[in-house]
């Protein structure tokens, strides 16, 4: 489908320019794309391969390793019920029951009208909160059944967009950091002698 | 004469990087940074490995080859092919523990390996067949289903993966990165589905891809000419040379049944570190191709028909016999071996031809060898290497791969002057870009520039010449080589000609005389000067680059007698065709580009009734009354020993079946350079460069049915800047055309050309780029319209 637009390309070269290696931008430019699409989409990795200097088969070598990086179309929002020990003993499984009743598909599918995923998760670490799970990686705790209804309803309603972006929206506040206000990047085969740091000599 | 070895073994200087070791207590001598799988590799202890190559990084993927070393805290396991040698190190391979370990990993390589020995391609020569009988336990304690993937799924039009079958041992993927420069298969999704695949729907193009089915150490790469064509224990096999190029890379060549069914590479230290391209590596179907001539053919008012070998010999002596004096010619000689080449030089001393060539006019003139020579190892090593030559990887890929690995581990440096991006562009120190004609100033760029000079100052220098460009004349070339000699110190010069053994057909006896080269022959041709034109192998309808030039001279010769494995566009137009011997069917030596002479051998008897050139040669002089005195191959080859300069080192001969012997090739006395004034572009605003890629429509290419789909077919690159001026699209068709001639071609956009001329493949299928191709011309200017 598409590759990068403009503007992101724009945010790509500065993202570039941040390393002393083009390549070391590949993830950040794999969450870029899928931020774009909300999947990566394939063109998008042959246009990032074009961007950071590698084969196509590299980033496709790098982007599978993360579950989070999604290669097919997922929904607006995708949801993590966690099914690990202490969710499991406190109801994930009923909560993942009545979830795909709800929603009218199985953990892994796709709602047809593009705006669920459900996926099953290993520990979210929020063991505490059990049992919890994440909507575009964003928490709630201690849900029960009707609290679930009650988020389905409210993202249905658009009520939570300020706080849930649509998937592959990594953060609301971008970060730039033009070349200029860098630290300036030195290719690492050019580093002659140990960093300030580890000299011995810096002011601690 | 001189030998493949560069150091001396028996001097006494004490080596300040010799180590001493012990392994399973038995002292060896190592060199520091080796690694303890290296050292081993010289003694009786096998360590059992799957990712170690030696010619790779190693990476301890495998962990099959751990070994007990002596450590401050006891013994302790270390991978053996990540571990460096040390004074004093005491390595045990043989121990409880390590054959406790071993055992154990190759129970958990099996745990997921599929055991279909029975089907797979690799059965019998498999490592992990192999090493699991030698170091397995025997049994499994697995119970649990295995892995599963979709079987074979084609990566390529060559290769085919077999997931289930894969070990992870990256030695493909390490191949395709750091080797062959094209990594185009990688592992996806680490983690518990690691695999090795490419990007989705795009295939693993790489030139060098057969490489990585022959060092696969499972089933899980194959090779479709190969597959299920044969088990390894029925093969026959027999080590021989590839002729395909003259890089003249050292090869294995497997035949069953009368039949050539595989190539594999073999490690010869000077030449091709037991790479081959896929070219080299797949053509041997053309060997078993039903096209190939069985019979001799000659002209009757029916056209060609079979006759028999003493009907068309009796012929051929009619043929020659009634030839004017002087007026015969033979092209060709370049693909056959020294004892063709030979023996044929003596047949045209006996008829007293002077026109002879074994080139096409489309190299450079036999003079090129006349400079000091470098070997393939020299520019390796060498401080700077610069490249006036072809796109090595088009041409002659291995040697490619070298230069490549050499600047890579940035042995030497590439100072690159050429007219469009090469395979060794990117990894060139220097590129030096210029148009078409303009060498001298781009030498003189390279030359004049301090930095440069800095560079060329550093140590051995040497330069990698070849023709470059088909639209341009040869002469330009050699001008540019030869300022390049005669300024620099510590030059040499590796010529880079093409065809598998031309500079053995030129070194004997083949080269042209008095200038009189195969232009030069065609134009007497055309002039009706030639009675008789012999095609050795050679077919100027396709390869001269003056098409116009070609077609005048065949028609004007009165007889053409062509020798050769197939009909081609030449040999059609023949009065008398004799089937030869092809590759793989005959014994001989061959000379690569280096002036390495190394062995070929018979793997599968003759096709048909066809014969080795040499004996057509020797057996027509016969006829003609002149008994050579030649019996056997062996005949020939004691002959050239003996008479030949420069080819007296071939009675080692042992050395001939290895690495090979360097021939030496007398100085030949300085070539009168000239250049031609470059001509001011006109209305005509592309200037013309013409190359040859991997695949074309080349004999032994288009024969192969799994090569001949790979030629990408004829088209004409510009750069996009220079498209959008014509107001052509990337795909559309354009018209390419010169004072007389247009042709209509694709028309691509590439970043690789420069501005202002435009690159077209040589001998493509589809329009013919050489109509508008003149050889008097110094550069080829053309108009390009959009249409």
Known sequence: ?204 | MSTTESHNETDAVIDPNAISMTINGKVVAARKGEWIIAAADRTEDFIPRFCYHPRMESVGMCRQCLVEVEGPHGPMMVVSCMTPVAEGQVVRTDTDIVKRIQEGMIELLLANHPLDCPVCDKGGECPLQDQAFSHGPGESRYVEEKRHYEKPIPISGLVLLDRERCILCDQCTRFADEVAGDPLITFTHRGNNTQVMTFPDEPFASYFSGNTVQICPVGALTAEPYRFKARPWDLQQQESTCTTCSVGCRTVVQSSYDEILRYQGVDSDPVNWGWLCDRGRFNFQSTNSPNRLATPLVKTDAGLVPESWTVALDETVRVLRHARPGSIAILGGARGTNEDAWAWAQLADLLGIEMRDAQLDDGLPAEIFGYPNATIDDACSAATVILLAPDLKEELPVLYLRLRGAAEKKKIRIIEIATHDSGLTRYAWKSVMHEPGQQAEAVQHVLSTPEMQEQLSRGAVVVVAGRSNLAEAAHNTMAAVDAIVTTVAQVSVLPVLRRGNVRGALSLGLAPRMSTDAAAILEASANGKVDCLILLGADPLSDVPDADLARRGIAGARYIIAIDTFLNKSSVHADIVLPAAAYGEKDGTTTNLEGRVTNVVQSITPHATSRPDWMIAIELAALLGNDLGILTLQDIQTRITETVVGFDGLSVSVAVRKNGVLISTPPISPLQVHQDEIIKRNAYEFRLVVARKLYDQAVATAMSQSLAALAPGAGVFVHPLDLERVGAKDGSSVRVSNNAVSVILPAHASTAVMRGTAFVPFNQQGVDIRELLQTTNGVTDVQIANI
């Open chain 1, 1 to 204: 489908m598409s590759r990068l637009t403009d503007a992101h390309v724009a945010l790509a070269k500065e993202i570039i320019g941040r390393y002393p290696r083009p390549k070391s931008a590949l993830v950040l430019l794999l969450h870029l794309a899928q931020e774009q699409d909300g999947y990566i989409t394939r063109d998008a990795m042959v246009h990032i391969a074009e961007l950071v200097g590698v084969t196509s088969a590299e980033v496709y070598g790098t982007a599978t390793f993360y579950e989070m990086f999604k290669f097919e179309p997922v929904g607006k929002y995708v949801v993590n019920i966690c099914g690990t020990m202490s969710c499991a003993l406190m109801g994930s499984e009923e909560l993942m029951h009545h979830a795909e009743q709800r929603l009218g598909i199985k953990a892994g599918g796709t709602t047809p009208d593009g705006m669920f995923t459900l996926e099953h998760a290993e520990c979210q670490a929020a063991c505490t909160e059990a049992p919890c799970l994440q909507v575009n990686y964003r928490y709630r705790y201690r849900l029960t059944p009707a609290d679930l209804d009650a988020l389905i309803d409210d993202l249905l309603a658009n009520r939570l967009t300020h706080e849930i972006p649509p998937h592959g929206t990594v953060a609301k506040v971008r970060q730039h950091i033009p070349s200029h206000h860098g630290v300036g990047v030195v290719a690492p085969e050019s580093v002659t002698e140990p960093p300030v740091w580890l000299n011995g000599k810096a002011a601690l």
